[in-house]
T-cell receptor, first 115, second 112 residues
Framework: NAGVTQTPKFQVLKTGQSMTLQCAQD?????MYWYRQDPGMGLRLIYY???????DKGEVPNGYNVSRLNKREFSLRLESAAPSQTSVYFC??????????????FGSGTRLTVV | KNEVEQSPQNLTAQEGEFITINCSYS?????LHWLQQHPGGGIVSLFM???GKKKHGRLIATINIQEKHSSLHITASHPRDSAVYIC??????????????FGQGTELSVKP
């Protein structure tokens, strides 16, 4: 099925461990995003990539790095996980420059717990 | 003051009721998005609109650009409509990244 695929769906890390959240879309979308969602905070942008080869910081980038490997894939890396990074992470993609098809598609989320 | 504000934050309705969720924004926008997040966590894009009204099934979204206000209506509500509804606007159009600014969400519970 076409859409945004995130892996893993669940993950428990120990403080200081590293991991990479994977995201891939097969809709040929230009822009991709990583958000985190915390109770009472809503969705907050971590990093985004407006197009292949570019990445930019969002609202809460500290402690994260990203890679736009190609047009399909946009990964989020936690180099040294901290309990404050316990959250639900969503990847999203969007086609830009086409008002008829504009819209966001979200992945199903990754529930990350750092202990 | 948040750039995107929704009301109410929580809403409980009886099955069959007509529901309205409001969204006000203070930034200039090219379009406004309504999203739905079910208790399982998945987020679905319901509407993207830049003027007037859009309808999909029992859902209707309207926007008034001059007043910087949008509403999401649900007719003949059903328990399966229970979800969090989120209003979001992209940053100004010159930002090709299209980053979204989110409202706080409205948690809707429809009782049978």
């Amino acid at each position: 099925n076409a859409g945004v695929t995130q892996t893993p769906k669940f993950q428990v890390l120990k403080t200081g461990q590293s991991m990479t959240l994977q995201c891939a879309q097969d809709m040929n979308h230009n822009s991709m995003y990583w958000y985190r969602q915390d109770p009472g905070m809503g969705l907050r942008l971590i990093y985004y990539s407006a197009s292949e080869g570019t990445t930019d910081k969002g609202e809460v980038p500290n402690g994260y790095n990203v890679s736009r490997l190609n047009k399909r894939e946009f990964s989020l890396r936690l180099e040294s996980a901290a309990p404050s990074q316990t959250s639900v992470y969503f990847c999203a993609s969007r086609v830009t420059g086409n008002l008829l098809r504009d819209g966001y598609t979200f992945g199903s989320g990754t529930r990350l717990t750092v202990v | 003051k948040n750039e995107v504000e929704q009301s109410p934050q929580n809403l409980t309705a009886q099955e069959g009721e007509f529901i309205t969720i409001n969204c006000s924004y203070s930034v200039g926008i090219s379009a406004l998005h309504w999203l739905q997040q079910h208790p399982g966590g998945g987020i679905v894009s319901l509407f993207m609109l830049s003027s007037g009204k859009k309808k999909h099934g029992r859902l209707i979204a309207t926007i008034n650009i001059q007043e910087k206000h949008s509403s999401l209506h649900i007719t003949a509500s059903h328990p399966r409509d229970s979800a969090v509804y989120i209003c979001a606007v992209p940053e100004l159009i010159y930002n090709q990244g299209g980053k979204l600014i989110f409202g706080q969400g409205t948690e809707l519970s429809v009782k049978p």
